[in-house]
């Protein structure tokens, strides 16, 4: 099944133009990417989303205790039913376009 937004590009009489423009932007947001994994560190919460750097903020304590509960109920269960493995904070994860650092996360 075909998106309506590919099939107007499908029938654009401008698609090969509209196609070297696509290209030319994944390779600046590859380069862009590039360097968000050069100069990433361990001290600040980084995410790279959609091409943009996004720094987040230190968490309020609110936040934290509510990130720690919900951790410890999931990775309880997790361990429980021998699922895979959760984590908290700094674990990377990685799409094609996207790198997150969700507060929580779960690996089968």
């Known amino acids: 099944m075909q998106s309506s937004i590919l099939q107007s590009l499908l029938n654009s009489p401008a698609l ?10 994944l390779v600046r947001e590859r380069k862009k990417r590039e360097k968000f994994y050069a100069e990433i560190t361990d001290e600040n919460k980084w995410e790279f989303i959609q091409g943009e750097v996004v720094m987040h903020f230190p968490a309020l304590n609110r936040h934290l205790l509510a990130t720690k509960r919900l951790f410890r109920i999931m990775d309880a269960y997790v361990c429980l039913k021998n699922l895979g493995v959760a984590h908290t904070e700094k674990a990377m994860t990685s799409f094609p376009r996207n790198d997150y650092e969700p507060d929580i996360s779960f690996l089968a």
């Open 16 to 25: 090969p133009e509209l196609l070297e423009e696509a290209n030319k932007a």
